[in-house]
């Protein structure tokens, strides 16, 4: 049977083979000549309006001659109201930031509760239950401030910029009233999924609940795309006619350019975000609780909330390639802004914080490894793990250009330096991030493996497989990202890119699909101490709820930032005494004020789901009943 | 050593195959070749 599956199993694997080697001839390739056309007409077209209106025109004309709408206003600073003492600008970033930290926490956490509750469901294990009911009991007044924060926000829109969110009401009109009918939708369902958990329970009843928390998510996803949509519109506006005016209609208006790009980094980022902040609940429960089996608990929560934000973490730097690649693509301008231009700095920032998320992530299922008695087999390579994940940290954050001054600049003979100048291009960053994917995964399996003892006869074979599985894909990244990083052009540089992600994926998927067949029917070396970690494997967890909300801070901030001087790209000047790009240290203060609000609200969630369990008797105080 | 050598060195050959078959049609999907060509 064995022999028979492995036949199978290799002959599928030449055929994959042979077929990745037909497939360019079957499908219609694209030719470098068509490839460069295509791209160069795309993205000149939102360098003017003008230019990018007469096809979107054409398209829309059969429906568009029902409503005429005007051209976006020309305003002066007169037409923004201000109060004494209030800063527009950072009054509105402040509360949209705060609003969209929330929003993404309370969009994702039904996606993971209703995937523990399938688990729990599918094995009947009633721990998965209740840890579903509390990290959505956890996001119940989470979403009460996202609703609050989001009555704001509309308040500051409509005080502040009163013109800008009257054109983009006049032009999203159904989107918006769809959206407000869908939050009534949103919140019923929520608390009919929340309050009926309990009553819901068992047969049938589990299936309706069920039912209930793929409803929740679908609106839940679809609140946030309308959203989405007026975000994005506003860098990549759709429908233009020659002189910039909007003449289609509202699915042309949603479906712009860069709406799906945004989605799909959003959706996927959220689910990270989401997982980091339960994990960040689990440790602050963790920390505080009195008893073992409380700290076991929390101790098991925090392990399944770093596992979803890792998860989701593995494939979202190739989401925000995508976002980005998009934008290069709708417009070469905003992407030369976006990284080559005054934010690339923050991209420093980003690729430091993103290290952080990266090592506090390994920290912890380092330290994780502590609650196995069979870890120790696997304890003396965590550190070649640890320099290697150093070592592509380090060249993650490498500057390709440095604030120097005229002396500096001399001595180094040059704005780039001899060695590490050549770090700081995106082949060596897509080489060092394909590294800390690889070597993060890595990590998870150690962890998987530590308690486990392989029954399988073919157990060497399978781990020889796997040695060579990493070592063949760790070679083919390195190559790509060398030969063609420095030896070819531009266009060869960044097609290598696909082939480098699409690698580390392949190493990830085959790996998993060995183990999964290694260690079937596998033994345990003991049952697993949960609630034997360290103190400061809980603070990792910390580290990453906060990285991951200085980060989203910080690079929304860049994506808004794009826009530069206009409220709706190309077509909306900003005429507000703030229509500048502040300097990059303010923003990051400002970032961080609103991250430091953010993590206080987040406390008070935390510490309101403390006492909401805490029931005191007050013996004495209430009268007694006859 | 033997349990481990052999089934490595299969493996890696079949692994490597992979790879370059991916290299290879990503890049022609992308209307490129695998080596450079100026």
């Known amino acids: 049977m064995l022999t028979r599956n492995m036949k199978i199993t290799f002959g599928a694997f030449m055929l994959a083979i042979l077929a990745m080697f037909m497939l360019p001839d079957l499908m219609p390739a694209v030719h470098a000549s068509e490839a460069t056309a295509t791209e160069s007409s795309v993205a000149a077209a939102p360098a003017s309006a003008a230019a990018a209106a007469?096809?979107?025109?054409?398209?829309?004309?059969?429906?568009?001659?029902?409503?005429?709408?005007?051209?976006?206003?020309?305003?002066?600073?007169?037409?923004?109201?201000?109060?004494?003492?209030?800063?527009?600008?950072?009054?509105?970033?402040?509360?949209?930031?705060?609003?969209l930290w929330f929003g993404a926490f309370v969009v994702a956490v039904p996606m993971f509760v209703f995937i523990i509750e399938v688990i729990g469901m599918v094995t009947r294990d009633e721990r998965y239950d209740n840890m579903a009911y509390e990290f959505i009991k956890v996001s119940i007044t989470a979403y009460s401030l996202t609703a609050i924060l989001g009555g704001l926000l509309s308040f500051g829109l409509i005080l502040f910029y009163p013109d800008l969110f009257k054109y983009l009401?006049?032009?999203?009109?159904?989107?918006?009233?769809?959206?407000?009918?869908?939050?009534?939708?949103?919140?019923?369902?929520?608390?009919?999924?929340?309050?009926?958990?309990?009553?819901?329970?068992?047969?049938?009843?589990?299936?309706?609940?069920?039912?209930?928390?793929?409803?929740?998510?679908?609106?839940?996803?679809?609140?946030?795309?309308?959203?989405?949509?007026?975000?994005?519109?506003?860098?990549?506006?759709?429908?233009?006619?020659?002189?910039?005016?909007?003449?289609?209609?509202?699915?042309?208006?949603?479906?712009?350019?860069?709406?799906?790009?945004i989605n799909i980094h959003r959706v996927v980022a959220n689910v990270a975000y989401g997982g980091s902040v339960v994990g960040a609940y689990a440790a602050f429960k963790f920390l505080s609780a009195q008893k073992q089996a409380e700290r076991a608990h929390y101790d098991w929560v925090g392990y399944n909330a770093n596992f979803i934000a890792i998860s989701a973490l593995l494939p979202l730097p190739f989401a925000g390639y995508y976002l980005t690649a998009e934008m290069y693509?709708?417009?070469?301008?905003?992407?030369?802004?976006?990284?080559?231009?005054?934010?690339?700095?923050?991209?420093?920032?980003?690729?430091?914080?993103?290290?952080?998320?990266?090592?506090?992530?390994?920290?912890?299922?380092?330290?994780?490894?502590?609650?196995?008695?069979?870890?120790?087999?696997?304890n003396p390579r965590i550190k070649y793990i640890a320099i290697v994940l150093v070592i592509a940290f380090l060249v993650w954050f490498t500057p390709h250009t440095l604030v120097l001054t005229n002396s500096e600049l001399k001595d180094l003979g040059g704005p780039y330096h001899k060695y590490l100048g050549v770090l700081g291009i995106m082949p060596a960053k897509n080489t060092a991030v394909n590294f800390l994917l690889t070597f993060t995964f890595m990590s998870f399996l150690f962890y998987r493996r530590a308690n486990k003892v392989a029954t399988v006869s073919w157990a060497a074979a399978g781990n020889a497989a796997q040695i060579a599985l990493f070592t063949a894909g760790l070679i083919n990244i390195v190559i790509l990202g060398v030969y063609h990083g420095y030896f070819t052009n531009t266009v060869y540089k960044v097609a290598a890119s696909i082939p480098q992600v699409l690698t580390t994926l392949v190493i990830i998927i085959i790996s998993v699909v060995i183990d999964a067949f290694m260690y079937k029917g596998a033994k345990d070396v003991a049952p697993l101490h949960w609630g034997r970690m360290s103190t400061r494997s809980q603070y990792a967890l910390f580290l990453l709820a906060v990285s991951f909300t200085w980060l989203m801070g910080l690079m929304g901030y860049v994506r808004s930032g794009i826009r530069q001087h206009w409220h709706?790209?190309?077509?909306?000047?900003?005429?507000?005494?703030?229509?500048?790009?502040?300097?990059?240290?303010?923003?990051?203060?400002?970032?961080?004020?609103?991250?430091?609000?953010?993590?206080?609200?987040?406390?008070?969630?935390?510490?309101?789901?403390?006492?909401?369990?805490?029931?005191?008797?007050?013996?004495?105080?209430?009268?007694?009943?006859? | 050593m033997k349990a481990y050598f052999l089934p490595f060195i299969g493996a890696f050959v079949v692994f490597c195959l992979v790879f370059l078959a991916l290299d290879f049609s990503m890049m022609k999907l992308q209307g490129l070749t695998l080596i450079y060509q100026h």
């Open chain 1, 329 to 378: 693509a709708y417009s070469q301008q905003m992407g030369i802004t976006l990284m080559g231009g005054v934010f690339a700095w923050i991209f420093i920032i980003q690729a430091v914080l993103i290290g952080a998320l990266f090592l506090s992530a390994n920290y912890y299922l380092w330290c994780g490894m502590g609650r196995s008695e069979g870890a120790y087999r696997y």
């Open chain 1, 169 to 261: 009401a006049l032009i999203f009109k159904e989107s918006m009233w769809a959206y407000a009918l869908l939050f009534f939708a949103e919140s019923a369902v929520l608390y009919i999924y929340y309050y009926g958990w309990h009553w819901l329970q068992g047969g049938n009843k589990k299936w309706i609940h069920l039912t209930f928390g793929l409803l929740l998510n679908a609106v839940g996803l679809q609140l946030m795309f309308l959203a989405n949509a007026w975000t994005t519109f506003m860098m990549s506006p759709a429908a233009l006619d020659a002189a910039g005016v909007f003449n289609g209609n509202t699915w042309e208006a949603i479906h712009n350019f860069l709406w799906n790009p």
């Open chain 1, 54 to 99: 007469p096809a979107s025109a054409a398209a829309a004309e059969p429906v568009a001659n029902a409503i005429t709408y005007p051209p976006a206003p020309k305003l002066t600073e007169a037409d923004y109201p201000q109060i004494k003492g209030v800063n527009s600008r950072v009054a509105v970033w402040l509360v949209a930031q705060l609003h």
């Open chain 1, 568 to 626: 709706i790209s190309n077509i909306f000047r900003d005429g507000s005494p703030d229509a500048f790009t502040p300097g990059l240290g303010y923003a990051a203060s400002v970032v961080s004020v609103g991250t430091i609000i953010f993590m206080a609200m987040v406390i008070f969630v935390f510490w309101l789901s403390t006492i909401s369990g805490k029931h005191v008797v007050a013996k004495g105080y209430w009268k007694e009943q006859a």
